[in-house]
């Protein structure tokens, strides 16, 4: 098994990863790291919990020179949280080589006085958001001009949340002979011509999960029909005791309104979401790692990349908008082996997106709530189970089928029997049809 030593890192990044224990690196870092160290651009496509993080952080410390007070790299993440998250884990391993200065610039904060401390000195590695970042730029403080690396960090999710312009700016007054490592949970088409813009014959790793869903994990299904949400979230956050829980909600809104009506009911509840001011959102989230709250109302703004430790219980809302969130908000529990339980709601017009997570490889248990204890209930896909093989049939064979039947005129099995067979033919045709469009499409996109 590959370790740490194996990467020939200098003696303080050594030092450090003894310190937060890290011997053995994940599959990632192992695939990536090395390519980063020789100099080449990189998209490491990969799941959140998958160790994306030191992948980039551990090359771009090795490479730094502290004796150049020049910016040497800089990394974008779309949400403070996430930069606060990597500015973290960058000041780990800063205190066995304090030379190496590290800044981080987000909205929220004082801007001026970031202007001031640049105007004296630059930083080595520059960490933050695209926006700030950009702002810094175009104000003549920042000064990326020599820097030679670049991260762009949870890409999808920058794209999504319209940070890609800021990012593309921040690129445009980097060198051209740039280095930028891309990592994203998914690489969607709208993201590719900026990628295509600024890498040439990137090397691309692809880091397929074993598992959706870690093993450890218990991932339940709650039906809400004829129960009010409310106060179905009260009763499972309160028949337990959870180390800490995290409840997922899709809007604010909800967020702030889910928030009020548990702590009418005694509970002390931390809310994050975007619309809180970064001053009061940072003091939550780290009155959240000190272990000062027990529940915690959140919406996806926290499911990426906000490593909160001893998450015990997930309770999902609702199902997300975007049904990949839910790969993220569920694995805020279960970590580091621990075990831990992840609850869904869903209402009777969910089946379809259930569909769509079950076809992604997730599993669920199907649970009720039965005087204060999660039961086994049945599966609520039975019924259509019963008539699974007449529902795959085509609406008009279906059709054909009743009225032979009612008839009964002679043949009538050899008749139903040859349009089956030219059905499924021509359902074959088409698969492979789209199959071979599929291949053409990820040829011509292959780097």
Same mark, same amino acid.
């Given at each position: ?5 194996d ?8 030092? +450090?990863l ?11 870092q192992?695939?990536?790291?090395? =390519?980063? /160290? ?6 490491g ?7 994306k993080? *030191?992948?980039? @952080? ?18 974008t993440?779309?949400?403070r949280? &996430? ?5 973290? +884990? ?8 304090p030379?190496?200065? %590290? ?14 401390? @640049? !105007? ?6 520059v ?9 810094l ?14 991260? %762009?960090?949870? +890409?999808?999710?920058? @794209? ?6 800021? =990012? ?29 813009k600024y /890498?040439e ?7 397929? #999960? !074993?598992?959706v ?5 218990? #991932?339940?299904l ?11 979230? @009260? ?15 899709? =809007? ?7 928030? =009020? ?28 790692? #000190?272990?000062?709250?027990?529940? %915690? ?16 219980l ?13 790969? *993220?908000?569920?694995g805020?529990?279960?970590? #580091?082996?621990?075990?831990?339980? +992840?609850?869904? &709601? ?22 009720e ?20 093989r ?17 008839? *009964? ?26 199959k ?12």
């Amino acid at each position: 098994m590959a370790t740490f030593a194996d990467f020939n890192f200098q003696p303080f990044i050594n030092k +450090a990863l003894a310190a937060i224990n890290f011997t053995h690196p994940t599959e990632v870092q192992q695939r990536l790291i090395p =390519t980063i /160290m020789a100099g080449k651009s990189v998209v490491g496509q990969s799941q959140t919990g998958s160790g994306k993080t *030191h992948t980039f @952080l551990l090359p771009i410390f090795n490479a730094v020179d502290p004796h150049t007070q020049v910016v040497q790299a800089v990394i974008t993440t779309p949400s403070r949280e &996430l930069a606060y998250q990597i500015y973290d +884990a960058a000041k780990q391993i800063v205190r066995f080589n304090p030379a190496i200065v %590290v800044q981080n610039y987000v909205g929220g904060t004082d801007k001026q006085r970031q202007i001031s401390k @640049l !105007q004296r000195t630059q930083p080595h590695i520059v960490i933050g958001t695209p926006g700030r970042i950009n702002d810094l730029i175009r104000r003549g403080a920042l000064d990326v001009h020599r820097a030679q690396m670049l991260v %762009v960090d949870e +890409a999808d999710m920058t @794209l999504d949340l319209g940070f890609l312009a800021e =990012t593309d700016a921040i690129a445009g007054a980097m060198p051209r002979d740039l280095q930028m490592m891309v990592f994203s949970a998914t690489i969607p088409e709208k993201l590719r011509p900026f990628l295509r813009k600024y /890498m040439e014959n990137p090397v691309v790793e692809v880091v397929e #999960n !074993q598992q959706v869903i870690s093993p450890t994990i218990d #991932n339940f299904l709650l039906s809400t029909k004829g129960r009010d949400r409310n106060q179905l979230i @009260l009763k499972l956050l309160t028949m337990g005791e959870p180390y800490l829980a995290l409840v997922f909600t899709n =809007t604010k809104e909800r967020a702030d309104e889910l928030s =009020t009506y548990l702590r009418h009911q005694g509970l002390r509840i931390a809310t994050v979401h975007g619309g809180i001011q970064p001053r009061e959102r940072k003091r939550v989230m780290r009155a959240i790692h #000190n272990m000062e709250y027990q529940y %915690v109302v959140a919406t996806d703004l926290a499911a990426r990349g906000i490593d909160i430790e001893g998450v015990s219980l997930v309770i999902n809302d609702d199902l997300p908008q975007d049904l990949e969130f839910f790969v *993220h908000r569920v694995g805020r529990t279960g970590r #580091n082996g621990l075990s831990g339980t +992840a609850i869904t &709601l869903y209402g009777p017009g969910d089946d379809s997106k259930i569909q769509e997570l079950e076809g992604m490889g997730i599993h669920f248990k199907p649970k009720e709530l039965k005087n204060d204890r999660l039961v086994d209930t049945y599966d609520r896909r039975r019924r259509q189970q019963r008539g699974k093989r007449q529902d795959h049939m085509d609406p008009q064979l279906r059709g054909m089928v009743k009225k032979a039947k009612k008839k *009964h005129k002679p043949g009538y099995k050899k008749k139903i029997k040859r349009a089956i067979a030219k059905d499924a033919q021509q359902k074959r045709r088409i698969e492979r049809r789209q199959k071979m469009r599929a291949q053409r499409k990820q040829r011509r996109d292959n780097w």
